[in-house]
């Protein structure tokens, strides 16, 4: 293959997600409300029905779910999926392997913000103890970031948002060596295969056309308990 990338088409991630039916505070079931900072992210509604609040610069919005929905956002929005019955989704993760790199921030309340190290004893689940005590990890990293998320839904002018934004920044410099490293051999390389087929078929050269390949693959992990409920994940590259 061209430039020998053989990930999922365009350099994308995939997962099947089954949404948290967890009861929170506010009496809504759902996920943890997080951002991506260079990643958009895809919805494709495949059963069940529900919402995703959003956050951003430009204010609040709630989009409803339903089979057949398909529903993506850009780096920056803060969202929390909303499970009104059963919904399940798969989800298309721009960049294969920086969302796995922790291209997401949790909304949790300042003082958890403030370095690397603080940010991962809240934020951690363990992996080898029990499913149980996995879940209550899972849920009261869900009911941290909560209560941060209320906060800046709750705050009068940009700058709380901004500085939510700039702290997330602070917290995944370390890793953008990794970040830039992995997107390179990733969505970089399968859209650089792309423009050296063209140039090859400019030329009348249809060699690339015999490298033909076929893939295919099972979940590498299923039923992980991830920041929007449990899921079945695809390596894909």
């Given at each position: 293959?061209?430039?020998?990338?053989?990930?999922?088409?365009?350099?994308?991630?995939?997962?099947?997600?089954?949404?948290?039916?967890?009861?929170?505070a506010d009496g809504v079931c759902g996920g943890t409300p997080h951002?991506?900072?260079?990643?958009?992210?895809?919805?494709?509604?495949?059963?069940?029905?529900?919402?995703?609040?959003t956050l951003t610069a430009s204010g609040y919005e709630v989009t409803?779910?339903?089979?057949?929905?398909?529903?993506?956002?850009?780096?920056?929005?803060?969202?929390?999926?909303?499970?009104?019955?059963?919904?399940?989704?798969?989800?298309?993760?721009?960049?294969?392997?920086?969302?796995?790199?922790?291209?997401?921030?949790?909304?949790?309340?300042?003082?958890?913000?403030?370095?690397?190290?603080?940010?991962?004893?809240?934020?951690?689940?363990?992996?080898?103890?029990?499913?149980?005590?996995?879940?209550?990890?899972?849920?009261?990293?869900?009911?941290?970031?909560?209560?941060?998320?209320?906060?800046?839904?709750?705050?009068?002018?940009?700058?709380?948002?901004?500085?939510?934004?700039?702290?997330?920044?602070?917290?995944?410099?370390?890793?953008?060596?990794?970040?830039?490293?992995?997107?390179?051999?990733?969505?970089?390389?399968?859209?650089?295969?792309?423009?050296?087929?063209?140039?090859?078929?400019?030329?009348?050269?249809?060699?690339?056309?015999?490298?033909?390949?076929?893939w295919a693959e099972r979940p590498s992990e299923s039923g992980k308990?991830?920041?929007?409920?449990?899921?079945?994940?695809?390596?894909?590259?």
């Open positions: 293959m061209v430039s020998g990338y053989e990930g999922l088409p365009g350099g994308v991630a995939l997962s099947h997600l089954s949404v948290y039916d967890w009861p929170a951002m991506h900072l260079t990643c958009s992210e895809a919805y494709v509604v495949t059963g069940g029905r529900g919402a995703v609040q409803p779910l339903a089979p057949g929905t398909v529903a993506w956002f850009t780096p920056g929005t803060i969202h929390r999926l909303v499970n009104e019955d059963e919904l399940r989704i798969t989800v298309l993760m721009q960049n294969n392997g920086l969302p796995e790199a922790g291209d997401a921030v949790l909304t949790l309340p300042a003082e958890y913000l403030t370095d690397p190290e603080t940010y991962a004893a809240a934020t951690r689940i363990p992996v080898d103890v029990p499913e149980e005590e996995r879940e209550r990890a899972a849920r009261a990293r869900r009911d941290l970031a909560l209560e941060g998320y209320r906060a800046l839904r709750e705050a009068s002018g940009p700058e709380p948002l901004a500085a939510f934004h700039r702290a997330a920044a602070a917290l995944v410099r370390p890793r953008l060596a990794q970040w830039r490293a992995r997107w390179e051999r990733g969505a970089r390389a399968a859209a650089a295969a792309t423009g050296e087929q063209l140039h090859r078929l400019e030329r009348g050269d249809v060699s690339h056309l015999a490298d033909a390949g076929v308990f991830g920041m929007c409920g449990r899921l079945d994940v695809y390596k894909g590259d």
